[in-house]
């Protein structure tokens, strides 16, 4: 599906480019309200890519029976540097414990003791900081670490939880969870929790559930990014009308006739993010394409309707089901796609790492 290049200018127009956009064009064409410290922004800004969710080398199973995951981190993370992605969203996974991956798909065994969700948040956690002490990957809290990471070659891990399961209706956590450096919740996964409804299961709440709305004030207070990826459309829609903040929907793609999936979304549910000034990232998985061509599609499916900055990647890397992007070198082969069929390297930036910036500098706090 063809994209109109003109109607990319004039969203672009529309939106206003943001400074840090700017490197490709003249300086002398800024004006000179600029302040020093948007100066400083677009020096550290340029280069910035981000991955708005990953498992590298499914780090979440390690300390897990029969699991060894030291060695695919690894390489994972040389990859991640060698593509030319510079930060993500290191994502736990809440329900892994309870989950089987079958033939089929992915289904719940069963539900969770009380205190283990809790105490597997907490062996996920342990053991990706022992991986990230020996590997090339840091983890950070915010731009300025992600910053000084970059600069000294190293990926930024930015610690993610994929279900607010581990929460376990203890607000306090939510304290906790950022104290030790948790900066995105995934309100919902696969197994059903007390936060709100998701779409692969029946709805219980209508919605986000008293404690889902509890912990989306907590995360907007603390600074943390809200991602409703997995999230039912009226779960979305009351995140949405309640945080008043950007949010973020992690990896997605626009539903279609010829391959629908529930785990796509609907038009009217992507412009939910939209609206909110968040970032859709687009999911690689086979689910929606079998080649890297029908992504690149998807792509331009996307922009043309919810506008270029709004969109960025979230590859689901070494969690995806049969990706068309298996590899950070795939990545790098969407880039020059995406090169290839118009966008121009500024517009690129802006749906491999500007885009997501620009919301981590709107919620997360400032250097803490
Ligand atoms: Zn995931």
């Known amino acids: 599906m063809g994209l109109s290049r003109r109607a990319f200018l004039e969203q672009l127009a529309a939106a206003g480019v943001a400074p840090w956009m700017l490197d490709e064009c003249s300086r002398e064409n800024e004006t000179t309200s600029r302040t020093q410290s948007d100066e400083a922004d677009d020096v550290s800004a340029a280069g910035f890519t981000f ?21 695919a981190f690894k390489a994972r993370v040389e990859d991640m540097a060698a593509g030319g992605m510079t930060s993500a969203f290191f994502a736990l996974v809440a329900d892994i414990a309870i989950l089987e991956i079958t033939d089929t798909g992915i289904r719940v065994s069963r539900l969770f003791e009380p205190g283990e969700a809790w105490d597997d948040y907490r062996r996920q956690l342990r053991q990706l ?21 970059r600069a000294e070659g190293a990926v930024s891990a930015f610690v993610a939880v994929e279900g607010g399961d581990f929460l376990e209706g203890d607000i306090e956590r939510l304290g906790r969870a950022y104290d030790e450096g948790v900066r995105s919740i995934q309100l919902v996964h696969y197994a059903q929790n007390n936060l709100g409804d998701l779409q692969t299961e029946p709805p219980v709440y209508d919605g986000l559930s008293p404690f889902g709305r509890d912990v989306v004030d907590g995360m907007v207070a603390l600074g943390m990014v809200i991602d409703v990826a997995h999230a039912s459309f009226t779960t979305v829609k009351d995140v949405a009308d309640r945080a008043g903040v950007p949010i973020v929907l992690s990896h997605s793609l626009l539903n279609t006739p010829e391959r629908p999936h529930p785990r796509h979304i609907s038009a009217d549910h992507a412009r939910l993010i939209a609206e ?4 859709i990232g687009l999911w690689p998985s086979g689910f929606g394409s079998e080649t890297l061509d029908e ?31 298996a590899s950070y070198q795939d990545y790098a082969a ?14 690129v930036a802006r749906l491999t790492g500007g885009n997501v910036r620009q919301v981590l500098e709107t919620v997360l706090k400032r250097g803490v």
Do not use: Q
Request: hydrophobic share 40%.
């Open 51 to 71: 991955d708005l969710h990953a498992h590298p080398g499914e780090f979440f199973r390690r300390g897990l029976p029969g699991s060894d995951v030291d060695e």
């Open 334 to 347: 969407w880039v020059r796609a995406l090169e290839a069929r118009g966008l121009s390297k500024t517009e």
């Open 295 to 325: 992504f690149v599609d998807h792509t331009f499916r996307m922009i043309e309707l919810v506008g270029l900055e709004h969109v960025g990647l979230g590859t689901d890397m070494d969690g995806n089901y049969r990706p068309v992007i």
């Open 129 to 149: 900081r022992e991986l990230i002490a020996v590997g090339s990957a840091r983890e950070v809290r915010n731009l300025v670490e992600a910053d000084a990471a």
């Open 276 to 279: 909110t000034g968040g970032v």
